[in-house]
C-alpha cells in the first residue's frame, strides 16, 4: 500500500492554488500606457504628428487670431493649387485626344493652360510663403542664438515684404496697360496672377514679421521654422 501511494503521488503532479483575480492590475502596464499617451502628439504639440498644424502654447491673443487667419488663407491657396493642377492635366489630356483622334485642336486649351501655370507659379510662391519655405538661410540661422534667429526672420519677412511690394506694383501696372490697349480677356485674366500672387506674399509675410515682434515685445522666443501652420 505504501509503494502504491508513493507511486500514485509521482503520478499525478501537485495541484496549484488559482490565481486571485481580485488582486489589482498590473500597474507597469499602466505606467507604459501612460507614457505612450504622453510621448503622443496633442495639443499642445507646435509640430503634431505628420507635421500638422498644431497649437503655440507661448502665443498671445494678437498671434492667435492672426495664425487663425493665415491658416485659413493659406487652406484656400491649397484648394487653389490643386484646382489649377487638375486644369492643367485635363485639358492637356483633352487636347491631346483631341488633336491624335479626331485631328482637332482647341485655340482656348493653350490659354488656360498658360494661365494655370503661371497661377501654379504665383500661388505656389504664396503658399511657400505661408510655410516659410522661401527665404530660410539655414547655414547662417544655424549658427545664431534663438533671439538671433528671430532677428534674422524679421530681416528676412522685410525684404520678402519689399521685393514682393514691388513685383505686385508692377504686375498691377501690367493689367493696366491690358485694359487700356483692350488686350484679349484671358491675356488680362492671366495677368493677374502677378498680382494676387504677390499681394498674397506679402499679407503672409506681414503676419510672420507682426508675430516675430509680438513675441519679442513679450520677450518669448517664437519656434524655429514655424513651416508648420
Known sequence: MLRLSQSSRLAYPPVVAPEDDSRPPDEGADAKLDTAASAAPGDDDPIGAHGAAGTFPDDGGLAR?????????????????????????????????????????????????????????????AFATY????????????????????????????????????????????????????????????????????GLIVFHSLIQLIIEVDYLVRGKLTPDRERTH
Do not use: C
Open 131 to 198: 510655410q516659410q519655405r522661401n527665404l530660410a538661410m539655414d547655414l547662417v540661422s544655424r549658427r545664431l542664438a534663438p533671439r538671433g534667429r528671430m532677428m534674422l526672420r524679421i530681416v528676412l519677412a522685410l525684404i520678402t515684404i519689399f521685393i514682393a511690394g514691388v513685383f505686385t506694383y508692377g504686375g498691377l501696372r501690367f493689367v493696366d496697360v491690358g485694359i487700356k490697349a483692350d488686350d484679349h480677356l484671358a491675356d488680362i485674366l492671366t495677368a493677374w496672377a502677378m498680382p494676387i500672387g504677390g
Open 65 to 125: 487670431g492672426l495664425r487663425k487667419v493665415d491658416r485659413v488663407f493659406g487652406f484656400t491657396e491649397q484648394v487653389v493649387l490643386v484646382s489649377l493642377l487638375a486644369a492643367v492635366v485635363l485639358t492637356a489630356t483633352l487636347q491631346t485626344v483631341a488633336e491624335k483622334a479626331f485631328g482637332t485642336s482647341y485655340l482656348w486649351s493653350f490659354e488656360v493652360i498658360r494661365g494655370s501655370v503661371l497661377g501654379i507659379a504665383m500661388i505656389g510662391a
